[in-house]
Structures are given as structure tokens and as C-alpha cells.
């Protein structure tokens, strides 16, 4: 029971991992989220870069807690910077999600880590599913919160189902890559630290 327990140098550990994690996404996801026809590509660029940090992470404390303490600081940085609720709750839900995937094979194992950093990737679509629900609510949601409406006209035009697929379809090609890139990366890691493929 100790051993699964977070210590203080594993709570460092996974603070440190997590900023980077938020780091690697805010540079390779962030831009797009400036561009109203790209944002719907944000969870596909978010995806790229953080695979090898995300799997080192859980290779250093292959416990439950690293993959929620990143998931809160994405879903924090969404409520400070006054993004839509979605994105918020998304991050959260699909946290503990990767972090159950993940934990099936006790964080031993590459590929369940692997799609375990996909479903994190997911964390970065909660908006869109939510304008793609409701699309008059999150457009009036936005607007509130003080967004051009010259931003969210080019917004509603680029968010057709096309898009939303491409989305989808994008995050999890570009999530496994990265994650597949990251294993080999690291594999002296893995190796030492008892992962097996």
C-alpha cells in the first residue's frame, strides 16, 4: 500500500513532468487556437510534442496521481484564461479516464501508456464538442466572455462535421505517433524502470 502511495520527491517529480507536459502543448497546440478556420486542430497539435514527456512521467512514478495533477493544470489554465467550460471538464474526465487505462497494467506497459496518452490528448476537445452540441450556446457563451464576432462568424463557418472527423481521427494518429516516438526515445528508461512493450 506505502508503494503506491505519492511521496513528497514523487509529487516534485510529477509537478515537474506536468509543467512540461503544459509546455509542450501550450507550444504546439497554442497557436492554432489563435486561428479561428485551425482551433479545431488544437487537440491534434497538442498531441505532437508531449507523448515522450507524458511517458517518461509515468515511467519515473508509475503511480495513480501524475496523470491527474497534469490534467488539473490544463484544466486550470482553461478556467483562468476564461476558455469555455467544456475544455475544463474535458481535460478532468479525460484524465482520470487515461489514468484508469494506464493503471490496468500497473503503468508497466508501453502501449497501454500510449493510449493512455491519446485519451489525455482527447482533454483538448471539450469545446468543440461543445459548440458541436449546442452551437447557438457555446457561440453566445463566447461572446460573453468577450470574443470578436468577427472570430467566432469564421469559427461557425470552419466547424463543419468534416472538420470535427479530421479533429478525431487526427488526435489519435498524431497522439499514438508520439507517444510511439517517445518509446523509442526512452527505451533505456523503460527498461530500467521494468516497462515492458
Known amino acids: 500500500m506505502n508503494e503506491s ?3 513528497v520527491k514523487d509529487l516534485i517529480t510529477s509537478g515537474i513532468f506536468s509543467a512540461l507536459i503544459f509546455i509542450c502543448i ?6 492554432l487556437m489563435m486561428i479561428p478556420t485551425l482551433t479545431f486542430y488544437y487537440s491534434v497539435g497538442c498531441a505532437l510534442l508531449a507523448g515522450p514527456v507524458y511517458l517518461l512521467m509515468l515511467a519515473k512514478v508509475p503511480k495513480r496521481g501524475p496523470i491527474y495533477i497534469a490534467g488539473a493544470l490544463l484544466a486550470l489554465f482553461c478556467l483562468v484564461t476564461g476558455m469555455h467550460i467544456g475544455m475544463v471538464i474535458s481535460y478532468i474526465v479525460c484524465s482520470v479516464i487515461a489514468d484508469l487505462v494506464a493503471a490496468t497494467k500497473k503503468y508497466k506497459s508501453v502501449k497501454r501508456n ?3 496518452y491519446i485519451i489525455f490528448s482527447f482533454g483538448g476537445v471539450g469545446t468543440y464538442v461543445a459548440f458541436y452540441i449546442n452551437p447557438a450556446g457555446w457561440l453566445k457563451t463566447m461572446a460573453d466572455k468577450g470574443t470578436s464576432s468577427e472570430y467566432l462568424s469564421t469559427f461557425k463557418a470552419a466547424g463543419t462535421y468534416k472538420t470535427l472527423v479530421i479533429m478525431i481521427i487526427g488526435t489519435i494518429v498524431i ?5 510511439f516516438v517517445g518509446s523509442k ?3 533505456k528508461h523503460f527498461e530500467k524502470a521494468g516497462i515492458t512493450a
Do not use: C, E, F, V
Open 185 to 187: 526515445l526512452l527505451r
Open 175 to 179: 497522439g499514438a505517433l508520439s507517444g
Open 114 to 116: 500510449i493510449i493512455s
Open 5 to 7: 502511495k505519492l511521496t
Open 26 to 31: 501550450n507550444i504546439s497546440g497554442g497557436p
